[in-house]
C-alpha cells in the first residue's frame, strides 16, 4: 500500500511539473525547471510513463489521470511540433485582439498587427466603414481566459527588460491560444465520454474515445494546428450533445414545466455557443428538433393541448437560449456591416444544387472516410447504433447527414489546405457511437468465428507473397541479394494500390473505374481533379510529359523535352482523357507541332470528343497553338475518352531522319479546355 502511495505521489508530482514546465517553455520561451530534459520528445514519454504509473496505481480516478497525462504529452508534443498561430486562426484571433485593446471589432489594424496586411479583400470597407470579416467572434470568446494568461506573461516579462509587446500580438498572447487548442480537444473528449456513456459502459466509452483521438484528423487540429476553431468547436458539439442525452427523459411533456424550462434553455444556450464558434454547427440543432417533432406527433392524439402547449414553450426557451448566447456575434455583425444577420462577401460560396457527395466522403483529396478509415468503421457502425436506439440514432443520423451535404455543397468541399474531413469535427462525436457498435461486432466476430479472422490473415500474407514476386518480376528486388525493406515495401504498396486502388475509397472508386473505362487506381488523383470542377478555376489542362500518366490512354510515347517544353510523342492516333465536372460549351487550345522531314506531306489533326468530330486542322514544323471551339453537346460530366486522330505517322529510320523505329505522327506539348 505504502509502495502504490509513493509511486501514485511522485507520478502526480511529475505530472504537474511537466505541465507547469511546458506551459511556461509556450508562453516565456524559458525553463523553469531545468531538471526536465529539453528534449520535448522525452517530456513526452515522462508524460506518458506518468500516466500508466497512476493508472496501475489509482485506478478509480482513471479519466482524471488519464486527461492529465494526455495534457502533459500534448503540450509537449505541440513543441515538438512547433504550433503556432496560423492559417484562418489570425482572423478569429483578430476579434480577440480587438476587443481586449481597442474595445471594439474594427479589425483593419488588427490584419495589419498579425500580419495580414497583404490581402487586400479584407479591408472592403463595408458600409459602416470597417474591415470585412468572415469568421465567427465564438473562439475569441472561448479563448479568452487563456489570453489574458498570456497577457500576465508578456507583461512579467516586459517588466523584466524583455523585448516583448503587451499589445496582444507578441508569442505569449498567441502560445496561449495554442495551450486553448489542446484544453478544448480534451475538454470534447471528456463530453464524447460522457456521451457515449448514455448508451454504453466506461470501459467500451473510454476505449473508442481513445480510438477516435488517436485515429482521427482531430489529432492534427491538437497538436499541428490548434489554433484553428476544430478544437472548441468539437467539444462545444460534443457537449451540447451530451446534454441533449442526458435530459431527454426531463424534456418531454410528463415531466414538470419547470425542470422543461430549464433544459430546453440550457441547450439552447450550448446550441448559440456552438454556433458562435462554427456557423454550420447550427445544423446540430436537428437533434433536438427531431425530438420536438416526434413529441407533436404523439401530442396531436393526447385530449388536452397541455402536452401541445408544453412543447411549444419549450421550443420557445430554446429559440430564446440560442439567441442569446448568438448576441455577440449578432452585435459584431451590426457593428461591421450595418445588420444584424449578415452573409461576408468574402465568405465561401455555397452551392446547393451541386453537392461533391461522393467526393466528401471517398476522396484522397481530404475525404472524410478516405483520409481517416478509422471514421469509415465509426461510419458503418452508426448505421447499426441507429437500428439498436432508433429514437437517439435516427435525430444523430439526420444531422450527420445534413452536415455531410452541407459540407459537399462548400466550393472547396476538401477543406482548402487542411488535414482530413476537418469540417466534419462535430460529427466526431456522434461517430464515436458508431465506432462502439463497430468494435463491438468485431469483438462478437472474433469470438464465433475464429476462422474467419484467421483466414483474412493468411490471405494478407498470401497477398504480401504476390506483390513481392511483382516487385522480383519487375526487378525491383534483385534475386539472391539483400532486401531493402523500405523501397520493396513501398513498392508492394503501389503494386497492391494499381490492383484494387485505395481501399477507403471503396465502393466510389469501383463505381468511377466501370463507368469510366479507367484503372480503379485512377481515382485517387482523376476523380477530385475533375476541371470545372471550382468555379473560381473554369478551366483544365492535360500538360503531356508532365504529371499525365492517369489522363493518357494508347498512342503515346515516353516524356521528352525540347528547351522547356515537356512533351510526348503521339504515335499515330493518341487517346487522352477530359475529366469534366459538367458539360459545357468549352475553347479547346491544343499545342503541339509535326514530325517533319525533307518532303513531308503537310500533317493534319482531327479532335473527336466521342460525341463530336471537329477538323481536321494544319500542324506545322513549328510549336503552335491550334484552337478550337466546341459547343456543349461535344461533351459529357465525367471522363471524356478524347482521341487526336492524325493524317499521317511516319518511322523516323524509314526517312532518313534517325535511327528511331517508332511511327511519329507530333509531339503534343498540352490540351487545355477553359469555358466560353
Known amino acids: 500500500m505504502r509502495v502504490r502511495l509513493v509511486i501514485g505521489t511522485a507520478a502526480w508530482f511529475l505530472l504537474a511539473s511537466l505541465i507547469v514546465e511546458v506551459v511556461g517553455r509556450q508562453l516565456t520561451r524559458v525553463r523553469s525547471l531545468p531538471w526536465l530534459p529539453e528534449s520535448p520528445e522525452a517530456l513526452m514519454l515522462l508524460g506518458c510513463a506518468a500516466t500508466a504509473a497512476l493508472v496501475l496505481t489509482q485506478r478509480q480516478r482513471a479519466t482524471a489521470i488519464v486527461l492529465a497525462g494526455a495534457l502533459a504529452a500534448g503540450l509537449a508534443w505541440q513543441l515538438q511540433t512547433g504550433a503556432r498561430l496560423q492559417s484562418d486562426a489570425f482572423y478569429y484571433y483578430a476579434y480577440l485582439r480587438s476587443i481586449a485593446f481597442d474595445g471594439d471589432v474594427s479589425l483593419a489594424n488588427d490584419y495589419r498587427m498579425l500580419g495580414q496586411g497583404d490581402k487586400p479583400q479584407l479591408f472592403g470597407p463595408t458600409r459602416t466603414g470597417y474591415a470585412h470579416s468572415a469568421w465567427t467572434i465564438g473562439p475569441a470568446i472561448v479563448w479568452s481566459p487563456f489570453f489574458a494568461a498570456g497577457h500576465v506573461a508578456a507583461t512579467r516579462l516586459a517588466a523584466a527588460g524583455r523585448d516583448v509587446a503587451t499589445d496582444g500580438t507578441s508569442y505569449p498572447y498567441r502560445q496561449s491560444v495554442v495551450i486553448a487548442g489542446l484544453c478544448y480537444a480534451l475538454l470534447g473528449w471528456w463530453f464524447t465520454l460522457r456521451l457515449a456513456e448514455q448508451w454504453f ?131 459584431a455583425w451590426h457593428a461591421i456591416y450595418g445588420t444584424y444577420f449578415a452573409v461576408s462577401p468574402i465568405g465561401p460560396v455555397i452551392r446547393w444544387t451541386m453537392p461533391q457527395l461522393e467526393l466528401t466522403l471517398f476522396s484522397s483529396r481530404n475525404g472524410l472516410l478516405a483520409m481517416s478509415p478509422l471514421l469509415y468503421v465509426a461510419a458503418v457502425g452508426l448505421v447499426g447504433f441507429t437500428v439498436r436506439h432508433r429514437a437517439a440514432g435516427l435525430p444523430l443520423l439526420a444531422a450527420t447527414a445534413v452536415m455531410v451535404y452541407f459540407n459537399a455543397s462548400i466550393q472547396d468541399w476538401w477543406g482548402s489546405d487542411g488535414f482530413g474531413g476537418r469540417r466534419f469535427d462535430g460529427v466526431v462525436p456522434i461517430l464515436t457511437l458508431g465506432l462502439i457498435v463497430s468494435w463491438q461486432w468485431l469483438r462478437s466476430l472474433a469470438a464465433k468465428r475464429p476462422r474467419t479472422l484467421i483466414g483474412a490473415g493468411l490471405a494478407g500474407a498470401i497477398l504480401w507473397n504476390l506483390t513481392l514476386m511483382s516487385a522480383a518480376h519487375r526487378g525491383v528486388v534483385r534475386l539472391g541479394e539483400a532486401i531493402p525493406f523500405g523501397p520493396v515495401a513501398g513498392d508492394q504498396v503501389r503494386t497492391l494500390h494499381s490492383w484494387i486502388g485505395y481501399p477507403f475509397s471503396a465502393p466510389a472508386n469501383w463505381w468511377f473505374a466501370w463507368r469510366n473505362d479507367m484503372s480503379v487506381a485512377s481515382y485517387d488523383v482523376v476523380r477530385p481533379s475533375y476541371f470545372l470542377g471550382d468555379p473560381r478555376q473554369p478551366y483544365g489542362r492535360v500538360d503531356l510529359g508532365g504529371a499525365d500518366e492517369p489522363l493518357l490512354g494508347d498512342g503515346w510515347g515516353a516524356p521528352e523535352r525540347d528547351g522547356e517544353t515537356t512533351f510526348r510523342w503521339a504515335l499515330g492516333d493518341a487517346q487522352l482523357r477530359v475529366p469534366l465536372a459538367h458539360a459545357s460549351a468549352l475553347d479547346v487550345q491544343l499545342r503541339l ?21 471537329f477538323g481536321p486542322f494544319s500542324v506545322g514544323e513549328e510549336w503552335q497553338v491550334v484552337s478550337i471551339a466546341t459547343g456543349a453537346s461535344a461533351w459529357r460530366a465525367g471522363v471524356n475518352h478524347v482521341r487526336l486522330r492524325f493524317a499521317r505517322a511516319t518511322r523516323p529510320v524509314d526517312v532518313g531522319a534517325g535511327g528511331d523505329t517508332r511511327a511519329l505522327a507530333a509531339a503534343v506539348d498540352f490540351l487545355r479546355v477553359s469555358q466560353r
Request: aromatic share 10%; glycine share 8%; net charge positive.
Open 201 to 331: 459502459t466506461r470501459r467500451e466509452a473510454a476505449t473508442a474515445v481513445a480510438l477516435m483521438a488517436g485515429g482521427s484528423f482531430m489529432l492534427w487540429y491538437t497538436v499541428v494546428e490548434p489554433t484553428m476553431t476544430h478544437a472548441p468547436s468539437m467539444a462545444s458539439v460534443a457537449g451540447f450533445l451530451w446534454c441533449w442525452a442526458a435530459s431527454r427523459q426531463r424534456r418531454t411533456p410528463q415531466a414538470p414545466s419547470r425542470t422543461q424550462l430549464v433544459w430546453w434553455t440550457t441547450l439552447g444556450l450550448l446550441a448559440g455557443l456552438m454556433t458562435l464558434i462554427r456557423w454550420q454547427n447550427a445544423l446540430f440543432a436537428i437533434v433536438p428538433a427531431c425530438d420536438v417533432a416526434v413529441a407533436l406527433w404523439h401530442a396531436r392524439r393526447s385530449p388536452g393541448r397541455e402536452s401541445i402547449r408544453s412543447i411549444v414553450t419549450g421550443g420557445l426557451a430554446f429559440t430564446a437560449g440560442a439567441t442569446i448566447a448568438s448576441l455577440p456575434q449578432l452585435l
Open 593 to 613: 507541332r509535326a514530325f517533319s522531314f525533307g518532303g513531308a506531306p503537310v500533317q493534319r489533326v482531327t479532335l473527336d470528343t466521342g460525341l463530336e468530330t
